[in-house]
Nanobody, 124 residues
Framework: QLQLVESGGGLVQPGGSLRLSCAAS????????TGWFRQAPGKEREGVSC????????YYADSVKGRFTISRDRVKNTVFLQMNSLKPEDTAVYYC?????????????????WGQGTQVTVSS
């Protein structure tokens, strides 16, 4: 059974950076499309960035293009989300998710495995 554990969230000032990590245990992520999602209070969970099982295809929400970068480390079986130029509107709980497909739409309903989430707060 695939298990995902996020880390790296915290409080950062506007313009700052954070790197989120999603460590997977159990099966290798080589056979899973993975993604980062976020949910702010009172809002639906939205796809931030997703990556195919091969790592060859990536998706970014328009709101984070040019600021966020998704990547994978096969040896560590970990997915990262580098977040730069953070804005207050990026404040949310960030979740890592995976699905046993080569590729999937970056939509929460497409993913079967979820981490517990990590809080990101951007505030001065």
């Amino acid at each position: 059974q695939l298990q995902l554990v996020e880390s790296g969230g915290g409080l950062v000032q506007p313009g700052g950076s954070l790197r989120l990590s999603c460590a997977a245990s159990g099966p290798t992520l080589d056979y899973y499309a993975t993604g980062w999602f976020r949910q702010a209070p009172g809002k639906e969970r939205e796809g931030v960035s997703c990556i195919s099982s091969s790592g060859g295809r990536t998706y970014y929400a328009d709101s984070v293009k040019g600021r966020f970068t998704i990547s994978r480390d096969r040896v560590k079986n970990t997915v990262f989300l580098q977040m730069n130029s953070l804005k207050p509107e990026d404040t949310a709980v960030y979740y890592c998710a995976a699905v046993s497909l080569n590729e999937a739409m970056c939509v929460a309903g497409e993913y079967d495995y979820w981490g517990q989430g990590t809080q990101v707060t951007v505030s001065s």
